[in-house]
C-alpha cells in the first residue's frame, strides 16, 4: 500500500477519499482483533472520521485499539509518532477520541494540510432506552 506522506502538491478531495477508503480493510481487521465494529461518518474528505463500537464480551480498552491502529500505520509516517488522545471523559456515552497522524500535502508549511484519522471510541453507555 502506498501512502502519501510529506506530498509537495495538494491532493485533491476525491484521490484523499480513496486514499482514506483504502485504509478501511487493515483498520476493521485490527478492530476486530480488538472486539470492536467500525463505522465511517463524514465526507472523507479532509480526514478520516471513524467510529468504534465494542462488538463483543471481551472487547480491549479503547486505548489499546487506538495503540494498535497508530502502530499498524507508524511505519509510514517515518519514525514520528503520530498519535494524540484528546477528550477524555468529555464526549457523550463515554465516548473516547483519538487523533492519528499519518502525514500531510501541500506546496509548503503554510499551505500544508494534515492527513489524519480521528477516531472516536464508545466505550459505554449509561443511558438507557426508555420501556
Request: glycine letters at 8%.
Amino acid at each position: 500500500m502506498k501512502f502519501w506522506i510529506r506530498e509537495k502538491h495538494k491532493i485533491p478531495k476525491s484521490k484523499l477519499k480513496k486514499f482514506y477508503l483504502s485504509l478501511l480493510p487493515r483498520i476493521r481487521r485490527i478492530a476486530k482483533q480488538c472486539g470492536y465494529a467500525i463505522g465511517v461518518h463524514g465526507s472523507c474528505t479532509r480526514d478520516l472520521d471513524l467510529i468504534a463500537a465494542p462488538w463483543t464480551k471481551k472487547a480491549l480498552q479503547p486505548m489499546t485499539l487506538a495503540v494498535r491502529l497508530e502502530k499498524s500505520f507508524s511505519k509510514y509516517t517515518k519514525g514520528s509518532r503520530g498519535f494524540t488522545a484528546e477528550g477524555f471523559g468529555n464526549k457523550p456515552h463515554g465516548r473516547k477520541c483519538f487523533v492519528i497522524y499519518l502525514g500531510c500535502h501541500g506546496a509548503d508549511s503554510r499551505n500544508a494540510a494534515a492527513i489524519y484519522i480521528d477516531l472516536s471510541v464508545i466505550s459505554t453507555c449509561k443511558e438507557e432506552f426508555p420501556k
